[in-house]
């Protein structure tokens, strides 16, 4: 079992930044692709980006591409999503969970991590 603690969140204006991490349990790490979500209010959770275990492949969801940069540390077990240029709508509780292969489904995660809030003020 993996047990995965995401911090980082927080309030930041249109066009600030912030960075998200999540920390994994467990000494297989790298055998796991790491993904983050998000989920606004009433709406789905909705698929962000995705990396591969050993870091070597990235997606990312159209709506944050050239603004978010998903990275991993294996030697720490702690992932990343650098989140820049930050808009009121990226605003929802943001979730990294893992998979053993990278790809964009909920379902497809196995681990979740308890979520962090990012709201961005206009």
């Known amino acids: 079992q993996v047990q995965l603690i995401e911090s980082g969140g927080g309030l930041v204006q249109a066009g600030g930044s912030l960075r998200l991490s999540c920390a994994a349990s467990?000494?297989?790490?790298?055998?796991?692709?790491m993904g983050w979500f998000r989920q606004a209010p009433g709406k789905e959770r909705e698929f962000v980006a995705a990396?591969?275990?050993?870091?070597?492949?990235?997606d990312y969801a159209d709506s944050v591409k050239g603004r978010f940069t998903i990275s991993r540390n294996n030697a720490k077990n702690t992932a990343y999503l650098q989140m820049n240029s930050l808009k009121p709508e990226d605003t929802a509780v943001y979730y990294c969970?893992?998979?053993?292969?990278?790809?964009?489904?909920?379902?497809?995660?196995?681990?979740w991590g308890q979520g962090t809030q990012v709201t961005v003020s206009s």
């Open positions: 969970a893992v998979s053993l292969r990278i790809h964009r489904m909920v379902s497809g995660y196995d681990y």
């Open positions: 467990g000494r297989t790490f790298s055998k796991y692709a």
């Open positions: 990396v591969s275990g050993l870091g070597l492949s990235t």
